[in-house]
Nanobody
Framework: QVQLVESGGGLVQAGGSLRLSCVAD??????????VAWYRQSPGKERELVAE???????KYVDSVKGRFTISRDDPKNTIYLQMNNLKPEDTAVYYC???????????WGQGTQVTVSS
């Protein structure tokens, strides 16, 4: 069982920045997960894919964050990141990281980190 722990969330004013981190407690290393992603969920809404790295494919972003968010991974550190710039109140949500070995697998999930953007 792989445990993922997110950090970096918090309260920020609109226009500000945050960097989320997701560290995997995985002695085998996250290189074995070609699919890593960040999702978010706000009250009353379904969980949505925010950004995804699929090895060998272009980075994928939901339209609402394109040009503002950047996903990256550091395999030696067993960590993925989400750099969020020019944050907007509508970005307020709980953010979850996900890592999986195949696209159709559910994979492993973190516990979530709250991001709140004030106007």
């Amino acid at each position: 069982q792989v445990q993922l722990v997110e950090s970096g969330g918090g309260l920020v004013q609109a226009g500000g920045s945050l960097r989320l981190s997701c560290v995997a407690d995985d002695p085998d290393g996250i290189f074995r997960f070609p699919f890593v992603a960040w999702y978010r969920q706000s009250p009353g809404k379904e969980r949505e894919l925010v950004a995804e790295i699929s090895r060998g494919e272009p980075l994928k972003y939901v339209d609402s964050v394109k040009g503002r968010f950047t996903i990256s991974r550091d395999d030696p550190k067993n960590t993925i990141y989400l750099q969020m710039n020019n944050l907007k109140p509508e970005d307020t949500a709980v953010y979850y990281c996900n890592m999986k070995s195949a696209r159709h697998y559910s994979g492993y999930w973190g516990q979530g980190t709250q991001v709140t953007v004030s106007s």
